[in-house]
Nanobody, 118 residues
C-alpha cells in the first residue's frame, strides 16, 4: 500500500527558511513524479514544484522560483522542499503528491501546515 508522510511544517518568520520532507513507501520502483502542492484558506490547491524520478528535471510555480528547491533522495524514498525567503503568500498546507509514470493512480499525503509569523 502506497503511503506518503509529510513532515517539517511549522511557523517561520518572513524571510526565513523551512524544509519540508515527504517519505514515500509502498512503491515497487522509483519511476514516479513527486510533487508538492499547497492550499491556503483563500485559494485552490496549486502545484508548487515537480520532480521526475532522477531529480534532475524540476518545474516550479512562478512565484516560488529562485526561492524554493525541490529535491529527492531515491535511496530514502523521500522528496524535500527547501523553502527560502518565505513570504506571507507562502502560508498554506503543503501536500506531497506521487504519480507513477505507468499508472493513472495519484497518491496524496496528509499535508503539513506552514505558518508565516513575524
Amino acid at each position: 500500500q502506497v503511503q506518503l508522510v509529510e513532515s517539517g511544517g511549522g511557523s517561520v518568520r518572513p524571510g526565513g527558511s523551512l524544509r519540508l520532507s515527504c517519505a514515500a513507501s509502498g512503491f515497487t520502483s522509483d519511476e514516479y513524479y513527486l510533487k508538492w502542492y499547497r492550499e491556503a484558506s483563500h485559494t485552490d490547491r496549486q502545484l508548487v514544484a515537480t520532480t521526475t524520478h532522477t531529480g534532475v528535471n524540476t518545474i516550479y510555480l512562478r512565484s516560488v522560483m529562485g526561492r524554493f528547491t525541490v529535491s529527492r533522495d531515491n535511496a530514502l524514498a523521500t522528496v524535500y522542499l527547501q523553502m527560502n525567503n518565505v513570504t506571507s503568500e507562502d502560508a498554506a498546507v503543503y501536500y506531497c503528491n506521487a504519480q507513477p509514470y505507468s499508472s493513472p493512480n495519484i497518491y496524496w499525503g496528509q499535508g503539513t501546515p506552514v505558518w508565516i509569523s513575524p
